[in-house]
């Protein structure tokens, strides 16, 4: 057999946690319709939740309050508006106000094109309340990486997913170099254009340092990123989710704060998410990325 | 189902249990009235801040839940302090969480509304203050562990949109689950026919649950719960009246009835009185010195370096 993919490691995480860790999968005909991408196993432990988009996140949130750990599966995160009641308000409130603990897995999957309410990314309105661990697994090592924390910890999880990266087999590096004129963050699936994005900047004489967020909260950031972007004396977060009050401005202002340098955002334009195109106003891909870059340096 | 304080209240109820049994619901009952008593008290001279749900006029139902399902497992509601004081958490413990003190329940963090203990085998979650959250958690902790598990909420509560489908994934999914509405006939200040038309007893069942309407007599409340217990999932309606303001210590004049009295009088026709008075007079004056003026005006930071 190959390397896995994001989808078959979802899977295959999924399949341990559940025969093996006695935990549980709650979600909407998880067991139907493709099994949700191939990410769902055919074992036991499954929950098939009926429509109910607000009891169903208080059903996960209290079997995970007694230890069973859920895997909550939301198809489209734009459902989380329905369902974040329970995580917000509660999973997320419980320890610092009883000590007690509701560690649920949320898979928030996202995906780009289906229109107004199945295209959004959330985790930005989630990083917003206190109490969740935030994350954007993007590569099978980075989700076998926050399934590993989340076994190790007693917070909620939000683990904002993305059907762009399901097939992908790849792992992500940073790249700093000396040289560089300018140090781009990127999470969600706008990492998966970095490379060419950069690629095509580099032909044109601008070259970037590449740093991939998998963790949006907390956020936290290595000595040589700070001191990559302060060489480079300009930075650029990229984020799937909406600009404002948003994951990238408010990454952005953290990198800004830590480093005294003027970090820029880029995440959605204020707008629905249309069907169609040009109005699907879609998370970044190379060309916008290069836009923005170009923009910032005052080039072209 | 018209609304009385003998709906469903078989005549002579009280005399088919033992007197052991009578004498434990009013003590649970005292327990309530006197601890609250206590709180008022502290409110009014302003001793407590915060903002309170009282139950007292409603405790008869905690009572007879703390004699016969006291090991299950509780989701409650805001107007809690009943079950929290009759399945046996600390009154202390109680008083202090109402004053914001790290010697409370939950540290001082959370207050009257949203009450917590899971110590000497009770496991009682509360919820944040959204109404009825705490029943979708409590479906969700059943479905986790098979354990029996107790859902409160009000008549106001039971309208909120994830009620029923709790009911329903309960009945799917045969959880050990008694839900219990505590039909106070208000939320807030809005009656219950001025927002629906239909009633929880009619949605219970058409989700297949047995359920039951029933005033807040606790020897019937008692039955019936004992009589459900052994199939759950189910569901009790209880018709009972708030003795203050939905919060804080206002009353709105007198009680539609006055189940605490009530029950007095019934101890009495049981040939109880004596014992019922003795029962009164020992718990209201454990509750005063819970609440004892020592305790509450001393300095702040005595208490916390007594803590
Ligand atoms: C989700 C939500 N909606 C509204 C409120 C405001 N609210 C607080 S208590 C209450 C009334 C609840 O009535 P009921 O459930 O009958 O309980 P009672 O207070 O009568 O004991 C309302 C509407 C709230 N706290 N949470």
């Known amino acids: 057999m190959g390397k896995r993919n994001l989808a078959e490691t979802i899977r295959e995480t999924t399949r341990r946690h559940l025969e093996e860790e006695n935990g549980l999968l709650l979600g909407q005909s998880v067991s139907a319709v493709g099994w949700v991408n191939g990410t769902v196993p055919d074992t036991r432990g499954i ?21 069973r750990r859920p895997f909550f599966v939301i198809r489209f995160q734009d459902f989380l508006v329905l369902n974040g009641s329970p995580l917000i308000n509660y999973a997320a409130k419980v320890k610092e106000l009883h000590g007690q603990s509701a560690p649920v897995f949320i898979r928030a999957i996202a995906a780009e ?47 904002s997913e993305h059907r762009f990266a399901y097939q992908n087999k790849e792992e992500f590096e940073d790249i700093i170099r000396d040289d560089a004129d300018i140090t781009i963050f990127l999470a969600s699936s706008p990492r998966l254009f970095a490379a060419e994005a950069s690629k095509t900047l580099e032909k044109e004489g601008t070259k970037c340092n590449i740093i991939h967020l998998l963790w949006l909260k907390p956020f936290t950031c290595s000595e040589a990123v700070i001191r990559g972007l302060k060489k480079s004396g300009k930075g650029l977060v990229i984020d799937a989710g909406h600009e404002i009050c948003g994951a990238s401005r408010s990454i952005a202002y953290e990198l800004g704060m830590a480093s005294g340098v003027m970090v820029h955002a880029l995440g959605l334009k204020d707008h629905t998410k249309c069907l169609c195109p040009p109005l699907q106003n879609k998370a970044p891909e190379v060309d916008e990325i290069v836009a923005k870059v170009r923009n910032i340096l005052k080039l072209k | 189902m018209q609304r009385s304080c003998d709906l469903n209240v078989e005549k002579g109820i009280a005399e088919s249990f033992s007197p052991e049994t009578s004498l434990a619901l009013w003590q649970k009952m005292c327990e309530v009235r006197y601890f609250e008593q206590g ?7 302003g001793e407590i801040n915060y903002q309170v749900y009282l139950s007292s006029g409603q405790e008869a139902a905690a009572a007879s839940f703390s004699l016969c399902i006291n090991k299950y497992q509780v989701f409650a509601q805001h107007r809690a302090h009943d079950i929290f004081l009759t399945f046996g958490a600390p009154p202390e413990m109680l008083r202090d969480e109402l004053r914001g003190l790290p010697s409370g329940c939950s540290r001082g963090r959370a207050g009257s509304n949203c009450l917590q203990y899971h110590e000497n085998g009770m496991h009682m979650y509360g919820h944040h203050g959204l109404i009825a959250e705490n029943v979708p958690l409590g479906v969700g902790a059943a479905l986790g562990n098979n354990k029996q598990t107790l859902c409160i909420f009000g008549d106001g509560s039971a309208e909120e949109d994830y009620v029923s489908p709790s009911l329903g994934f309960a009945a799917t999914h045969k959880l050990p689950v008694l839900f219990v509405c505590m039909d106070n006939n208000y939320s807030i200040l809005t009656k219950t026919e001025v927002r629906r038309s239909w009633n929880m007893n009619e949605v219970a069942k058409s989700y297949g649950l047995p359920a039951v309407d029933i005033a807040d007599d606790p020897w019937t409340v008692l039955k019936h719960t004992r009589e459900l217990s052994t199939q759950l999932p189910a569901f009790i309606n209880i018709r009972v009246c708030r003795g203050y303001w939905h919060a804080g210590v206002g009353i709105d004049g007198t009680l539609e009835w006055d189940r605490f009295n009530m029950v007095k009088h019934e101890l009495n026709e049981l040939g109880l009185a004596d014992k019922a008075a003795k029962i009164e007079t020992s718990v209201c004056k454990k509750m005063e010195q819970i609440w004892a003026k020592e305790i509450l005006l001393k300095p702040l930071e005595k208490q916390l370096e007594d803590i």
Do not use: N, Q, R, W
């Open chain 1, 47 to 67: 929950v098939e939740l009926p429509m109910t988009d607000v009891a169903g996140a208080g059903f996960a949130v209290g079997a995970a309050m007694v230890g």
């Open chain 1, 113 to 159: 094109g289906i229109g107004p309410v199945h295209s959004t990314v959330l985790h930005g309105m989630f990083m917003h309340f206190p109490g969740f661990k935030i994350c954007a697994p993007m590569s099978p090592g980075e989700y076998e990486k926050i399934y590993t924390s989340f076994m190790k910890d007693d917070d909620p999880y939000y683990v």
């Open chain 2, 39 to 45: 709180a008022v008290d502290a409110i009014k001279a």
